[in-house]
């Protein structure tokens, strides 16, 4: 029963997290954004554009990489209890880290779509997206790597 209540908190979770991804990640990419944007618009050089897409890759990513660092930290944790059969558990984590970023993605290639371009965002998340893919491996299986850039995420043992 406590696998199963295990399962429906990392639904949950992942619900949460694909409503508000849409708003932290846009926040999280705006400097890069903005560097990306910034001036003329027939005056914008390539130089400039990846730049402004590498910041955003870079703020989306360690935002991102919080949440995935939650899901694994707390999917080890839940795992590790008596009463809880572990590797059920596992899949739907790795579906709790991909959901929320996939729909964002979608989101945004969609709102680039109607406006006709995309933009230094956009470009990040497709990068943010395979980052949190990795992440999850790499958390998994090196977890000190997790504790050193996000040890003030929950949960973390």
Same mark, same amino acid.
């Given at each position: 029963?406590? @696998? $199963?209540? /295990?399962?429906?908190l990392l639904i949950v979770w992942s619900s949460v997290a694909s409503f508000l991804s849409v708003y932290i990640l846009n926040i999280a990419?705006?400097?890069?954004?903005?560097?990306?944007?910034?001036?003329?618009?027939?005056?914008?050089?390539?130089?400039?554009?990846?730049?402004? @897409? $590498?910041? /955003?890759?870079?703020?989306?990513?360690?935002?991102?990489?919080?949440?995935?660092?939650?899901?694994?930290?707390?999917?080890?944790l839940a795992a590790r209890r008596d009463d809880v059969v572990g590797f059920p558990l596992w899949p739907f984590a790795f579906l709790a880290v991909l959901f929320p970023i996939t729909r964002s993605l979608a989101r945004a290639r969609q709102e680039a779509k109607e406006d006709g371009y995309t933009n230094a965002q956009v470009e990040a998340l497709e990068f943010t997206q395979s980052f949190s893919l990795i992440g999850f491996f790499v958390f998994i299986f090196w977890p000190m790597v997790m504790k050193a850039a996000w040890g003030w995420v929950p949960y973390m043992k």
């Amino acid at each position: 029963m406590k @696998t $199963i209540f /295990s399962i429906v908190l990392l639904i949950v979770w992942s619900s949460v997290a694909s409503f508000l991804s849409v708003y932290i990640l846009n926040i999280a990419g705006l400097p890069g954004a903005l560097l990306a944007s910034a001036g003329n618009r027939d005056k914008r050089r390539k130089g400039q554009y990846n730049f402004g @897409t $590498i910041i /955003s890759v870079l703020g989306q990513s360690y935002v991102y990489l919080a949440f995935v660092a939650f899901i694994v930290n707390w999917t080890r944790l839940a795992a590790r209890r008596d009463d809880v059969v572990g590797f059920p558990l596992w899949p739907f984590a790795f579906l709790a880290v991909l959901f929320p970023i996939t729909r964002s993605l979608a989101r945004a290639r969609q709102e680039a779509k109607e406006d006709g371009y995309t933009n230094a965002q956009v470009e990040a998340l497709e990068f943010t997206q395979s980052f949190s893919l990795i992440g999850f491996f790499v958390f998994i299986f090196w977890p000190m790597v997790m504790k050193a850039a996000w040890g003030w995420v929950p949960y973390m043992k």
